[in-house]
């Protein structure tokens, strides 16, 4: 059973940083990555790291100020800087997995920034 345990998550002030982690468990995974859904907006993809290869996709929006980062097989690091009160969202950690191709998600973390 796969499980992806996020953390990181929390208020900081424009311009600030945050780090999220997400522990993954139960699988081999071929992509992982994080996406965000702010209130009244659809869930869209922020930043992905292929296993293989470790080629790495942003959103336009985030792009030099968040990176996204696997320091192993079972985890995957957001760091956010620069942040923007724009940035506002439930952050969720995505996986697909290498043999059942199934889309998994994290139970997400709350992001803020406001001043």
């Known amino acids: 059973q796969v499980q992806l345990v996020e953390s990181g998550g929390g208020l900081v002030q424009p311009g600030g940083s945050l780090r999220l982690s997400c522990a993954a468990s139960g699988e081999i995974f071929s992509i992982m990555g994080w996406y965000r859904q702010a209130p009244g907006k659809e869930r869209e993809s922020v930043a992905t790291?292929?296993?293989?290869?470790?080629?790495t996709t942003y959103a336009d929006s985030v792009k030099g100020r968040f990176t996204i980062s696997r320091p192993n097989a079972r985890m995957v690091y957001l760091q956010m800087n620069s942040l923007k009160p724009e940035d506002t969202a439930v952050y969720y950690c995505y996986t697909k997995g290498i043999f059942t191709r199934r889309d998994y998600w994290g139970q997400g973390t709350q992001v803020t920034v406001s001043s």
């Open positions: 790291i292929i296993t293989s290869g470790g080629t």
